[in-house]
C-alpha cells in the first residue's frame, strides 16, 4: 500500500511526508536530562515547545517567509530555552521530586506576549514570554550603567528616548501553583473560556483560576475511603474545545467519563460513561493492563473523543457511550510478546495520540522509532520511521512494514528485531498544516508534506 493516501483530504492529492528537520545530537550515550517528555504546537503552528527529563523547555519559533533565503522558510529554530523546574525534595515523604516536565500547554495569546504551561510531577507554573527590541536611554538621574548621578551635576534635562537593541526573548514566571496535588500531575488542560485550567493526578483533578495560586477547586476525586479497595485510577483528562463546562478524564481500567461541571460542584458522578465491553476471546493476563487508556484528545469539532491503549487507537462519538465508532490496529503483531513486555515494563508506556487539523487523520506512536497513521476517510494507515539512518533531508519517508513470520519481504523487519528502546511517546500536529513533530528520545523531528516542502 502506498503511504499516498494517508492524510489526503478528499479529492486532493496525497501527502507524501519527508523529513524536514531533525534537532539534538547523534550520541550514542544520551543523557538522561536530554529526554524530551513532552511536544506541543501553540494556537497558531508559530511556535513548538518541548519539556525533557532535565525540566528544561525549549521554544522553537517558525522563520517567517524571507525571499533572500528562500530555503529557511518555514524552519523551526530554537527560539527561546529556559529551566522550568529544578529537583525537589518533599522531607515530610522523604521523597525526590524530579524535574521531569510531564505536560505543557499553551494559553491562547491575548496580546503580544505568549504564555504557557508547564508542569512535574507536583508544581504546575505560568511563564510569560516577551521579546525586546528597543532600550531606553538619556536617563536624566542614571549614568549609563545604572548608577545614580551626583544630583549637583545635572544642570539641564532630556527626553528619554528609546533605542533599537538585539532582540532578546524573556521568560518571567507570573504564578507558581503549588500544594494543588498529593499524587503525580498526569495531565492538564486550558479550558475554553480561557480563566482556568484544570490539573489532573492519579486520583483527583483540580480547577485553577489563571490568576490564584493559593487555591484550587477539586472537581473529581476517586480516592476510596480505604486504599486498599482502590481498583482504578485516572491516567488522563481534557477540557472540551468549545463548551467551558464539559472535560473527560480516562481511567486505567480503560473507561472515559465526560463530566459537566453544570451539574455539580464535584464532578465525581458522570454524565456520561464510555466504555467498551471487553471480548471474551482476546481475555489474558494482561487486558487489564493493555487496557489502560494513556491518552485522551477531544477532536477539532468537540464531536469526537481519540483516546490510545497499549495495542489500538478508538475514536468515540461523544453522543455513543457503548462502544468507539473506530478502532485502529497500531502494533498487533506485539499481542504474542506480552509476556516479554510485561518482563521489561515496556507493556506499561504510555504512548499519546494526535488529530491532525482537519480531524480526518490520526497519527501515534509505537516501537523501533516508528509511528502510524490513519486516515478515517479511506481507512488506509501507514508505519513510517523517524531515524538518522532512513532519513535524509526532504526525501520522501518509505512506508516500513512489521512482518510476523511466513514469508518476508525485502525491507521488511521482523517483529523479533524491533528495539523496544527505540519509542514514539510524544507526537503533535500542526493545528492547521500537516507538520508533525515527533519526539524520539533526545531528538526532536519535524515532517512536513512534500508540497509544502517543496513550496518552502
Given at each position: ?28 550515550e ?53 529551566q ?6 518533599d ?5 525526590e ?5 510531564n ?29 525586546r ?5 538619556g ?148 487486558s ?7 491518552d ?96 535524509k ?50 531528538n ?13
Amino acid at each position: 500500500m502506498s503511504h499516498k493516501q494517508v492524510g489526503a483530504p478528499p479529492g486532493e492529492s496525497a501527502v507524501d511526508w519527508c523529513l524536514y528537520q531533525l534537532n539534538g545530537a547523534a550520541e550514542f550515550e544520551v543523557s538522561e536530562a536530554d529526554i524530551i517528555s513532552t511536544v506541543e504546537f501553540n494556537h497558531t503552528g508559530e511556535l513548538l515547545a518541548t519539556g525533557d527529563k532535565g525540566g528544561r523547555v525549549v521554544i522553537f519559533q517558525r522563520e517567517p517567509e524571507s525571499k533572500n533565503e528562500p530555503y529557511n522558510q518555514g524552519e523551526y529554530n530554537v527560539y527561546s530555552t529556559f529551566q522550568s523546574h529544578e529537583p525537589e525534595f518533599d522531607y515530610l515523604k522523604s521523597l525526590e521530586i524530579e524535574e521531569k516536565i510531564n505536560k505543557i500547554k499553551w494559553l491562547p495569546q491575548q496580546n503580544a506576549a505568549h504564555s504557557l504551561l508547564s508542569t512535574n510531577d507536583k508544581t504546575i507554573k505560568l511563564w510569560k514570554i516577551t521579546e525586546r527590541d528597543k532600550r531606553p536611554e538619556g536617563y536624566n538621574l542614571k549614568d549609563e550603567e545604572g548608577k545614580l548621578k551626583d544630583l549637583s551635576t545635572v544642570t539641564s534635562l532630556q527626553v528619554p528616548v528609546l533605542k533599537p537593541m538585539d532582540l532578546m526573548v524573556e521568560v518571567t514566571p507570573r504564578r507558581i501553583f503549588a500544594n494543588g496535588h498529593t499524587y503525580h500531575v498526569n495531565s492538564i488542560s486550558v479550558n475554553s473560556d480561557c480563566e482556568t485550567y484544570m490539573s489532573a493526578d492519579d486520583l483527583r483533578i483540580n480547577l485553577w483560576h489563571l490568576a490564584i495560586t493559593d487555591r484550587s477547586f477539586n472537581i473529581v476525586d476517586i480516592k476510596p475511603a480505604n486504599m486498599e479497595d482502590l481498583t482504578e485510577v485516572i491516567t488522563a483528562s481534557e477540557f472540551h474545545p468549545h463548551h467551558c463546562n464539559l472535560f473527560v478524564y480516562s481511567s486505567s481500567k480503560g473507561s472515559l467519563r465526560l463530566c459537566d461541571m453544570r451539574a455539580s460542584a464535584l464532578c465525581d458522578k458522570h454524565s456520561k460513561l464510555y466504555e467498551e465491553p471487553e471480548d471474551p476471546s482476546n481475555r489474558s493476563f494482561f487486558s487489564e493492563i493493555i487496557s489502560s487508556v494513556s491518552d485522551v484528545k477531544f477532536s477539532h469539532s468537540g464531536r469526537y473523543m481519540l483516546t490510545r491503549d497499549y495495542l489500538t487507537v478508538k475514536v468515540w462519538d461523544l453522543n455513543m457511550e457503548t462502544k468507539p465508532v473506530e478502532t485502529y490496529q497500531v502494533h498487533d503483531y506485539l499481542r504474542s510478546k506480552l509476556c516479554s513486555l510485561y518482563e521489561n515494563d515496556c507493556i506499561f508506556d504510555k504512548f499519546e495520540c494526535a488529530w491532525n487539523g482537519s480531524d480526518s487523520v490520526i497519527m501515534t506512536g509505537a516501537y523501533n522509532n516508528f509511528f502510524r497513521m490513519f486516515d478515517r476517510n479511506t481507512k488506509r494507515d501507514v508505519t513510517l520511521e523517524a531515524s538518522r539512518e532512513s532519513s535524509k533531508p526532504r526525501a520522501i519517508l518509505k512506508p516500513r512494514r512489521v512482518c510476523v513470520g511466513g514469508k518476508r519481504r525485502k525491507d521488511d523487519i521482523s517483529v523479533d528485531s524491533l528495539d523496544f528502546t527505540k519509542k514514539i511517546l510524544h507526537t503533535a500536529w500542526h493545528p492547521t498544516e500537516n507538520i508533525i513533530a515527533i519526539a524520539a528520545t533526545n531528538n526532536l523531528y519535524i515532517f512536513q508534506d512534500k508540497v509544502n516542502s517543496e513550496m518552502h
